[in-house]
């Protein structure tokens, strides 16, 4: 008889606990993206979430073996995932918090037309691209903790609100009714101030200067531009093949999917072929 994804996939994590490292690579090829992509969202810039990641899979290969199946795997590493990052307090946005009144009153009251040119000759259609990405996602910041859980985790990931509930401890309806509100509060402060998504007055070409020179973007160093796009049908696929249990579409419909930095794969493959993560699952097989 043929095994299910479930059933391949729990053989899997049985395999990788034993000590089976390609197993294992499989298992963290399977989520990283996932995770690097749900970091980004929850902390707002490249850097927190490349850090972020590192931290989240880490600790993933070091507690498999509590992994009993009862959710499907992807369940559980978001689980993982999110309360690491709920109390991940070493990222930029944890020291300057931001709230919607302060986001609003400084694209109302910012003078931008006093800031001088700074895009050292990078073309200003480049860096509006770049706002605009970091934009969505440091208007994120602008929700407490839990809001932008609730949000990223309906909006982007399209998680059952059944499974969401479960993740975040609560029921599916409370979960439903705060994603609702918290869906209407991110509409109708796009629709006052912006002017990509909404018939706000803000542009990012506009905004292009003052945000270089406030450090919202770095003409040299340029994360979204550089970084790998996914394509949606690439994470849907990586997604099949890692679930059957729940569908949690990775239909990310707010902002782009990005493949985790060469950085952070490097890193993590350097913890795989170590002799610390030997000793780590030799005491668990113990």
Known sequence: MNKTKNEELQALVSEATAGDKKALETLVTGVQDIVFNLSLRMLGTFADAEDATQDILLKMITHLSSF?????????????????????????FAHYPLSFEYYGDDIENGKIQDVPDLTQNVEKDILAEELKMSCTNVMLQCLDTESRCIFILGTMFKVDSRIAGDILGMTPEAYRQRLSRIRKKMADFLGQYCGEYGSGR??????????????????LHLDYTAATEIPIQTVLDMKKAMEEIDDLS???????????????????????????????QNSQRR
């Open 202 to 219: 803000c542009k990012c070409k506009d905004r292009v200067n003052y945000a270089i020179q406030s450090h919202r973007i770095n003409p």
């Open 250 to 280: 990775q239909d990310f419909s707010f902002c782009k999917p990005y493949q985790s930095p060469q950085r952070t794969k490097h890193l993590i493959q350097e913890f795989l072929d170590s002799t610390q993560l030997s000793i780590i």
């Open 68 to 92: 009993r199946g009862d959710s499907s795997f992807t369940t559980w590493v978001f689980s993982i995932a999110l309360n690491h990052l709920k109390n991940y307090r070493k990222h930029m």
